[in-house]
């Protein structure tokens, strides 16, 4: 089957669902050939809106389609899991939105099933394909950075207050991806706490510590109860720092040539220290941390439309049956860290191991 033979079919042209269509019609590799929604006129009106799609009344009837190689799924978040099982026992692959399921053992059944079926599963973390976020990586990866020692990101707006979703579970799994991409890691412990500041059942704002075992530490910033809209990431290195501003059409990545380092002591400085100090075989204690301060670099950045780059290479994966960057097992790793921190939270927010088990694998 060659790439151009992609025939996709999309359940749900709602809110990201008529996004995904957009991106669909537009991108190489692929057809939009069906749409499916549970409101008759609007399915109807993105059908007429993309020429060559039909309209299948039914997620059932789609999946069952002898016609689609792929479907890609924008349903409930508590529907995930279902349909995605249902379009790979089907013989489908699968495009499912974030996040892949609400349950770790939801995510693990759903990969090994993919495997079985020799089907691709990937998960819509969209913002893995902005060019800004990659070329951060790269930077991190070649040392540009130097050392890290610390990330946060922050996803704060004013609504849309969500009534299936808390803030974690909505915003988190943008963030906790992001992260994950970035350092090339797990972390092995969360603290998190969450707030229902509405006086509703779902929690409005939530705030996670992440522990790596390389020392570096993670904070996230989720809520939908803010005054401004912001998604930004803080990447502090000890030679230089970086921010990467998704809201920032202009310079969505800013250089700081900024960071600490160690200055040795002079003669007498290093005398008195040490009477202080027992020094380590280390040699820190011949040393003393000075402050750092240059320029800011915007990098320029060419990047195409994440969503358009998520689709095609999820046209060419499910075309080479290569695995995807945001594959099944990424999307376990990502919902497992949201259980431990909602596991965190309920205990107030001491740090809970993160339990990583087939996922890793």
Not at 135 to 140: D, E, P, Q, S, V
Not at 186 to 207: G, H, Y
Not at 233 to 261: C, H, I, N, W
Request: aromatic share 6%; with cysteine; charged share 25%.
């Amino acid at each position: 089957m060659s790439k151009q033979d992609i025939r996709i079919g999309l359940a749900g042209v709602g809110y990201w669902g008529s996004k995904l269509a957009r991106n669909i019609y537009d991108a190489r590799g692929c057809t939009l050939a069906a749409i499916s929604d549970a409101e008759a006129p609007r399915m109807e009106a993105a059908v007429e809106r993309y020429a060559g799609s039909r309209g299948i009344d039914s997620l059932e009837q789609m999946i069952s389609d002898p016609e689609l190689d792929a479907v890609v799924l924008a349903t409930p978040a508590s529907m995930h899991a279902e349909h995605a099982r249902a379009a790979l026992e089907a013989g489908k692959h699968v495009l499912v939105e974030k996040p892949l399921a609400l349950t770790s053992r939801d995510c693990d059944e759903l990969c090994e099933l993919a495997a079985s079926q020799e089907r691709v599963l990937m998960v819509g973390h969209t913002f893995i394909y902005s060019e800004p976020v990659r070329m951060l990586r790269w930077m991190i990866e070649n040392g540009e950075l130097g050392d890290l020692l610390y990330v946060y990101g922050q996803r704060l707006n004013l609504g849309v207050i969500r009534e299936d979703l808390n803030a974690l579970w909505n915003f988190g799994p943008h963030d906790i991806s992001i992260l994950l991409y970035l350092l090339d890691d797990v972390p092995t412990r969360v603290s998190a706490r969450q707030f229902s500041l509405l006086n509703r059942k779902l929690e409005d704002v939530a705030f996670l510590v992440l522990e790596f075992s390389n020392g570096v530490v993670g904070h996230i910033h989720d809520s939908w109860l803010d005054p401004r809209k912001v998604r930004e990431f803080t990447v502090v290195g000890q030679s230089k720092m970086a921010v990467y501003d998704d809201t920032d059409v202009e310079s969505p990545l800013r250089v700081y040539d900024k960071g600490v380092v160690p200055m040795p002591f002079g003669e007498d400085e290093t005398r008195r220290f040490s009477s202080l100090v027992q020094s380590e075989s280390d040699g820190y204690g011949e040393f003393k941390l000075e402050v750092r301060a240059g320029d800011m670099l915007a990098p320029r950045v060419n990047g195409r439309e994440p969503l358009r780059v998520e689709i095609e290479h999820f046209a060419d994966c499910a075309a080479s049956g290569t695995t995807p960057l945001t594959d099944g097992v990424h999307g376990g790793k990502v919902v497992r860290i949201l259980e431990a921190a909602d596991r965190s939270a309920r205990e107030g927010g001491v740090a809970v191991d993160i339990e990583l088990s087939r996922q890793v694998a």
